[in-house]
């Protein structure tokens, strides 16, 4: 309870944190829309003085007096024309612009798209053309809410992809701790059952019956051992795929249902070698078989199938039970997802985290329709010895 409490407070304050960012965001992108449209209104009315200056003082674009005020502390750039769009006055516009006659008729239009020109005439009825586009600092505003937005998005992502970290190194650390306590209290028993093993093998009374049980017991030795192993470094050696999966499927098959067919081809192929961690390599394919036995409800066949190319191993169980619908294919490989009416859902969690993390491979849902089957796939890099 307590865990679940300090996730609750930790969960709620990403969660905090994540929205006031957006929330600031979103002020700031108003806020400067605003000053935008506000500095794009007074460049428009300072054009229209410009235009009030020509015609109500019948001046011309080239008065030194109206130049000198249009030109002092001004960072709009504009092109004053003739009737015949000849250039009479400009300002930040560059001269090649000027004096390329195509150059100039895209600058007009593309001022012209930026604000509407405005159109001047004198008392003198002599007609001008302003063209005028946006300041530096207007364009900068404008396309500044666009910076911020894409600030906005990678502040997003980083903190979703932090938030999603953390959890799942919290979940980690849950499950690791679990393992090792599940490990240390299985401990005590098992060795507690070893020693009675050796006592029954003293007494008159069935070894077979004895001998298997001392099967289960090394079996439950064995998973005690796997708990172990979770979290810690993990070694891997060079070990023969077909006798390692031959020996799971062995187990398995003295203990199947009657009405369940075990089959298995791996034994009767030449030697395939790979990397493996036995122990948690073994734990993965027995988790297989009790899914696909799961899967069969009592009744079926689970077909276990080596096969190989020049770079690869695959091992292939295949069952003939219920099925995955193809939309939990990779859903079923999520911490806590389960179809069953019993179980943690963690199992296919934890055979993907072992064969993709720590020996390199991949494991996948290879083929499955709904009351037909389900056939799962490990691929391992093969070696050659």
Known sequence: ????????????????????????????????DSMARTLRE???????????????NNMSPNNTLLRAIINARNNIPFIVTDGSLKVLHSHLIPERVLNHPNLLREKLTQMSKANLYMEVRTWANDTYYIFYGESGLLKTLVYFPYIQLL?????????YITFRSSKQDEQNRVWIGLAKET???????????????????????DQTAVEEMNKDIVRLTKVVDRFSKIGAAT??????????????????????????TLTYNGLAMARQKAMVNEALFEWVIENLLKNAMDAVSGKGTIDVRLSD????????????????????????????????????????????RIIEDYHGGKISVLDSEIDKGTTMRIALKKIYS
């Open 1 to 32: 309870m307590k865990f679940s409490h300090n996730f609750s407070f930790s969960f709620r304050h990403r969660v905090a944190i994540i929205v006031l960012g957006m929330i600031i965001g979103i002020t700031s992108l108003l806020f400067t």
């Open 42 to 56: 007074k460049e428009q009315n300072e054009v229209a003085i410009w235009a009030a200056a020509i015609r109500e």
């Open 151 to 159: 600030v906005i998005v990678v502040f997003i992502a980083f903190g």
């Open 183 to 205: 490990a240390h209290q299985l401990g005590t028993p098992t060795s507690s059952l070893l020693g009675w093993i050796e006592f029954l093998r003293t007494q008159p009374v």
């Open 235 to 260: 070694p891997l050696s060079e070990g023969v795929v077909n006798e390692i999966v031959g020996d799971s499927v062995m187990y398995f098959r003295t203990r199947v249902p009657k009405n369940v």
């Open 309 to 352: 190319d020049p770079g690869h191993i695959y091992i292939d169980v295949s069952d003939t039970g219920k099925g995955i619908a193809k939309s939990n294919f990779k859903r079923i490989f999520e911490p806590g997802f389960t179809t069953k009416t019993r179980g943690w859902g963690l199992g296919l969690s934890l055979s993907k």
